[in-house]
């Protein structure tokens, strides 16, 4: 089966075209904010200007005709609306042309998916990290279900958020961590874990005033990955201790982080868990891992009809998932 799969929940605008083995072919336009974060109506401007051609692009690289696509699919959310509209047209109008089925995938439930197919992992506890998200996850009884998550923030915006203030742009994350290589004090700032849980934003703005009381720039990044990866990994380990899963899936743009998957694969190696983490242009938001998921959607007997409505806060439990065991 072939199956064409568009992302935009934000600010990657991105097409993929998988077969059941691999992909075939994969585009992206991601939108630059012209100063601070992502303004939702210049993303969404943005996404509108460039998705025909994408489209178009993914299709001729796939080298295939429009025709020999099966499978039409978009991200339903959550993310922001007025992106999340722009892709759902443009995935309505191509299922109405192509006459081909339509399935609106969980933008959370691709990341998983995708990893799983990437890594090889079965049934992972997976870390879920990027710019609005950061949840720690685990497959029962049909739902991927949520046993730690951010009570604010999700970690990559507030990395951004503080990169931001050090005049840098948009993702900030990358270049925190180039700084922190040269970091080399390791700088107090508040540990939040509550139960399952974890907070970014008091850690952001403690490196913000840490700043300000003239600490090193390299000092603070370097603890802010320090004191942020550590809760991660600490609520990981424990999902892991609790659930007695043996696998260990990392996704999600703040994945791509060299620190973060070192300190993961440290705390794996103690406990013989087997940590994967899907190729660099699978961990961001990607179309080919919407494309994946709606082809395990589909054959499970999910299929959307043209008319069905975006939901920003689409929840990743909200999800049945009817094509796992
Ligand atoms: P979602 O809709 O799932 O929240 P997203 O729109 O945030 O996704 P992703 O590509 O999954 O998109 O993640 C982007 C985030 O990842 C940005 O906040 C960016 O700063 C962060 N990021 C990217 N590379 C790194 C890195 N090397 N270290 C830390 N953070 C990173
Ligand atoms: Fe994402």
Request: net charge positive; aromatic share 6%; proline share 4%.
């Amino acid at each position: 089966m072939i199956s064409l799969g568009i992302e935009g929940t934000a600010w990657n605008l991105s097409v993929g075209i998988v077969n059941d083995q691999k992909i075939l072919s994969h585009q992206q336009h991601p939108y630059q904010p012209s100063d601070g974060g992502i303004h939702p109506r210049e993303a969404s401007q943005h996404h509108s200007d460039k998705i025909a051609k994408i489209i178009k692009k993914t299709v001729s690289n796939a080298n295939i005709q429009p025709q020999q696509i099966d499978l039409i699919s978009f991200s339903l959310g959550p993310g922001m609306g007025p992106c999340l509209r722009v892709i759902a047209t443009a995935a309505r109008a191509l299922t109405l042309t192509l006459e081909k089925p339509l399935v609106g995938v969980n933008h959370c439930i691709a990341h998983i998916e995708s990893g799983k197919w990437s890594t090889g992992l079965d049934d992972p506890i997976i870390l879920y990290v990027s710019g609005a998200n950061s949840q720690v996850l685990g497959y029962k009884s049909k739902r991927y279900r949520v046993f730690g998550e951010t009570l604010d923030i999700g970690l990559g915006n507030a990395l951004d958020k503080f990169a931001r203030k050090l005049n840098l742009n948009h993702p900030g994350g990358p270049k925190i961590e180039k700084l922190a290589k040269k970091g080399e004090k390791l700088i107090e700032l508040p540990y939040s874990v509550k139960g399952m849980d974890f907070s970014f934003s008091g850690l952001v703005t403690a490196a913000e005033k840490k700043l300000q009381r003239g600490e090193k720039k390299e000092d603070i990044c370097y603890s802010l990955q320090e004191y942020s990866f550590s809760m991660l990994t600490e609520v990981a380990e424990r999902a892991l201790a609790h659930s007695g899963k043996k696998e260990l899936l990392l996704c999600g743009g703040v994945g791509k982080n060299q620190r973060l998957k070192q300190m993961l694969k440290e705390m794996s190696l103690e406990y013989q868990i087997k940590f994967g983490y899907p190729k660099k242009e699978l961990m961001g938001d990607n179309g080919a891992m919407i494309a994946h998921t709606a082809i395990k959607m589909y054959e499970s007997g999910i299929e959307h009809s043209p008319g069905i409505e975006v939901k920003t806060d689409y929840r990743t439990d909200e999800v049945e998932v009817k094509w796992r065991e």
